[in-house]
């Protein structure tokens, strides 16, 4: 070789040795995977790469999004200044001067239709820190009722069923490193293989030590090839499904009747409840074989311990808290909780999907999993908030309600952080329209989403690369997502940009914080003596243990592993059984003439929701750059559909056009679309905008619609 050419790889070498890297989490789902960013210099040339570090939930795995996450982080498309509309255009404007026209604008509305008439809706993609001080922002700067969140949309069935049976709400009642002990696991509504890739070898371990895994899913899934048993239900029947299950067990004697009686209430109006029902009817209804469902009961009758496990397939349904009240039901039936691998886990969806449910976003919450309409929980954080009790408002409503009464004109002004609505709730026209009429409408985000697109005034949020802060995963390990890459431009953090807002509305003494650290110490104080007490943890603490399980009350806590060994958290210290109706009071939507086929939604693995992001994101668009349309190719054949197709699918509030996908591993009844894309192909605009009456959770994922090849209409 040439004495040249050695130089040029001497310096080529030098030059790729400069080498920074940033520490962070995935900015995606609720494993919380912890993962380095590493910026490399070529010359003038960057070059990224994220890679997975070790942490005692994903022990140092990614999938495919983590990996590719920085893609839209660092993408030409991020917003870098506040921008304001002038004539149907955005403009750049500064933040003194964005700020000034917020105080102006909500100043007026307020004036003119009362405190009442701004809504904030915020995000469970938000680090603890930001969702406490939204909560916080919304009773004491702008004095409105009106604050929900994303988390109503994914959360609020497990967390109403949870709150009613157990007393309290963390989604997994075990650690994860059980689950590889359990000898029968039920894994009902949930994708994980597609939704949490790197949780799938805790289940895989369990099959490895012999476990036999139920699926219950309308869709073959990877997550269900995993089964030893296949329960391949009729979309929206899980309740019944689950009465099915406890007559097998009550009628076969296989109940723990010591456990029972010492551990809850309500087992003898369940028992009569179900003596009550038919298997056959219930087989009918399921489209689940009765002897099916015996070898599933007493296949987790039988074993020592048993796990179950629930995701939105169960519980985005109007009678989704009741479900999952349910499959409660069996637990406790069978004394598989409070035990080595026997529990119940609701496997939280987004990144901060715990803890932005439990320190004040939701309507009707303050910090901690306190009550807004308790005395003594007002009285408590009032106190740490510095502010009279009578000042704090009163519940508000859920999600798709304030979206409703922004159609009705009640609501008029809007503060949105982290979501993007238009596409992630149901009846998308409707949404859209409503949002339409506001008056002021300010969103929060990294991108010019489809709903940030009709915003007045958008401001740039800093990204999971930039903004550090805690996120609570879906075992209840409060983690500290360090993060110090440069946010671009002029962006801010979320929580930087709340105590702004708050200071331009005069209210900067309640917003008073140069760090998240500094919150999360308000927020350590304020949950103190709640369900979800915070208090014991600390920064220091976190980044010494790689995490801590709530709850921990006090700085010498180790912090809480297993849920429920001795006592349940409702006041008499047990567990509350109920007795669940086959099918909801209000009906769900059936095939009929005009509609004949279930419809229903959720993901797959390369897109993270509404899209906005991973779509920027190149490696995993290409994957999947069109939405489509799942269909049993018998099903297809009678609707004239070709495998590949564009297809036009219809229901009772609107229509859109997918890709038609020939699978033999779905129903014949059902058709599955993800919600990932935005538009003409956004599934939402054919959801039905039914709310279960319990939680407000919408009922994603049962409507019912009619299809046909794109061609016909021509
Ligand atoms: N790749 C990817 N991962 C994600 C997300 C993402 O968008 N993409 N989102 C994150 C978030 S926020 C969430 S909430 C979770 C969601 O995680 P999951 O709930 O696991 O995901 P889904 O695909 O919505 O639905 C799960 C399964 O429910 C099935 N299902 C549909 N209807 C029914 C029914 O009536 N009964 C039963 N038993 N099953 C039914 C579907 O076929 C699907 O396989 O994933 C998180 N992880
Ligand atoms: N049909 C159907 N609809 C569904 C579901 C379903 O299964 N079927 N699932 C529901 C579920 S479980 C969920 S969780 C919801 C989610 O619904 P959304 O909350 O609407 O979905 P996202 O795509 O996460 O929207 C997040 C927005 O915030 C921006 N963003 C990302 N990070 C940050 C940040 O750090 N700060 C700020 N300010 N902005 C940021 C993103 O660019 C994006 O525009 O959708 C629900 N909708
Ligand atoms: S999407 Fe979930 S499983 Fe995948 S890397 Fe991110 S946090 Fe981990
Ligand atoms: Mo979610």
Same mark, same amino acid.
């Given at each position: ?14 030059? *790729? ?8 989490? =995935? ?24 890679? #997975? ?13 983590g ?7 660092? !993408? ?6 506040p ?20 105080k ?40 409105t ?5 994303n ?30 002990n359990a000898? =029968?696991?039920?894994?009902? #509504? ?12 805790y289940?895989e ?13 309308p869709?073959?899934t ?25 007559? *097998? ?69 109007t ?32 990144g ?6 439990? !320190?004040?976003?939701?309507a ?19 106190? *740490?908030?510095?502010?009279?009790? @009578?000042?704090?408002?009163r ?8 979206i ?25 026209? /409707?949404?859209? @329209? ?7 409408f300010v969103? *929060? ?14 401001? $740039? ?13 879906l ?36 917003f008073? &914080? ?5 919150i &999360? ?34 700085s ?10 001795r006592?349940?958290? !409702? ?56 939405? &489509? ?24 509030? #609107? ?16 058709? /599955?679309?993800? &919600? ?14 039914e709310?279960? $009456?319990? =939680? ?17 209409l021509?």
């Amino acid at each position: 070789m040439t004495e040249m050419l050695l130089k040029y790889f001497r310096d080529k070498q030098q030059q *790729v040795q400069s080498k920074k890297v940033y520490d962070t989490q =995935c900015p995606y789902c609720s494993m919380q995977c912890k993962m380095q960013l590493i910026e490399q210099t070529v010359i003038t040339r960057k070059k990224y790469t994220t890679i #997975g570090k070790d942490n005692p939930t994903s022990h140092g795995r990614l999938c495919m999004k983590g990996m590719n996450a920085h893609q839209h982080a660092l !993408h030409k498309d991020r917003i870098t200044q506040p921008l304001l509309k002038v004539n149907g255009e955005f403009t750049p404007i500064t933040w003194d001067k964005a700020l000034e026209i917020i105080k102006k604008n909500f100043s007026a509305i307020q004036l003119e239709n009362g405190h009442d008439a701004l809504a904030v809706y915020g995000s469970a993609s938000i680090t603890n820190e930001e969702a406490y001080l939204l909560g916080k922002f919304a009773r004491v700067a702008l004095q409105t009722k009106h604050i929900d969140y994303n988390g109503r949309l994914c959360m609020s069935a497990a967390a109403s069923a949870a709150s009613q049976t157990f007393g309290m709400d963390r989604g997994l009642t075990n650690s994860l490193s059980e689950i590889p002990n359990a000898e =029968c696991i039920i894994l009902a #509504g949930t994708n994980i293989a597609a939704c949490q890739p790197t949780m799938l070898p805790y289940f895989e371990e369990a099959k490895e030590n012999g476990a036999f895994i139920i699926v219950i899913d309308p869709r073959e899934t990877d997550t269900a090839k995993m089964a030893d048993l296949h329960l391949k239900i009729k979309p929206g029947t899980d309740a019944a499904l689950a009465n099915g299950l406890l007559k *097998v067990i009550m009628e076969k004697g296989y109940t723990d009747e010591r456990f029972i009686k010492e551990r809850a209430t309500g087992f003898e109006e369940v028992e009569e409840h179900i003596s009550s029902l038919s298997l056959k009817e219930i087989s009918e209804l399921t489209g689940v074989s009765i002897r099916q469902i015996q070898r599933a009961a007493t296949i987790f009758a039988e074993k020592k311990t048993g796990m179950i496990f629930t995701a939105r397939g169960v519980e985005q349904q109007t009678d989704g808290s009741l479900a999952v009240r349910n499959l409660l039901n069996i637990l406790i039936s069978t004394g598989k909780i409070g035990k080595p691998s026997c529990g119940y886990g609701a496997i939280t969806g987004q990144g901060n999907g715990q803890g932005a449910r439990e !320190h004040g976003q939701k309507a009707d919450q303050l910090p901690g999993y306190r009550s807004i309409e308790n005395e003594e929980h007002r009285e408590h954080i009032a106190r *740490v908030w510095g502010v009279d009790k @009578e000042q704090l408002p009163r519940k508000g409503v859920s999600a798709y309600e304030m979206i409703e009464r922004m159609e009705k004109g009640e609501i008029t002004g809007l503060f949105l952080m982290c979501s993007n609505p238009i596409v992630s709730n149901p009846n998308a026209n /409707f949404v859209k @329209e409503a949002l339409k009429k506001l008056k002021f409408f300010v969103a *929060v985000d990294l991108f010019i989403s489809e709903t940030a697109e009709l915003a007045d005034l958008v401001l $740039p949020a800093a990204s999971y690369l930039e903004d550090e802060g805690t996120m609570t995963n879906l075992e209840g390990r409060v983690t500290l997502r360090e993060a110090s890459y440069p946010a671009p431009g002029e962006a801010k953090r979320d929580w930087q940009i709340i105590c702004e807002v708050a200071h331009a509305l005069g209210k900067g003494e309640y917003f008073n &914080f140069s760090s998240a650290e500094e919150i &999360f110490n308000e927020l350590r104080a304020a949950s103190r003596g709640g369900a979800a007490d915070y208090y014991g943890i600390t920064y220091e603490r976190i980044r010494e243990e790689g995490g801590v399980l709530w709850p921990c009350p006090t700085s010498n806590h180790k912090g809480t592993e297993r849920l429920f060994e001795r006592t349940f958290a !409702h006041p008499d210290g047990k567990a509350k059984m109920v007795a669940v109706p086959n099918s909801p009071l209000i009906p769900k939507e059936q095939p009929c003439e005009r509609f004949p086929l279930y419809l229903t939604t959720g993901r797959v693995t390369s897109h993270y929701l509404t899209g906005v992001q991973t779509r920027k994101s190149a490696a995993l668009a290409a994957r999947n750059f069109e939405s &489509f349309m799942e269909i049993h190719p018998a099903a297809a054949q009678k609707f004239g559909i070709q495998d590949q197709e564009l297809v036009e699918v219809t229901s009772k509030r #609107g229509s859109i056009i997918v890709r038609c996908r020939w699978s033999a591993a779905i129903r014949q009844d059902t058709i /599955f679309i993800p &919600f990932h894309w935005a538009d003409s192909q956004n599934v939402n605009r054919l959801v039905s905008e039914e709310l279960d $009456p319990h =939680c407000k959770m919408p009922g994603f994922k049962v409507s019912t619609v009619n299809i046909r090849p794109l061609m016909a209409l021509r």
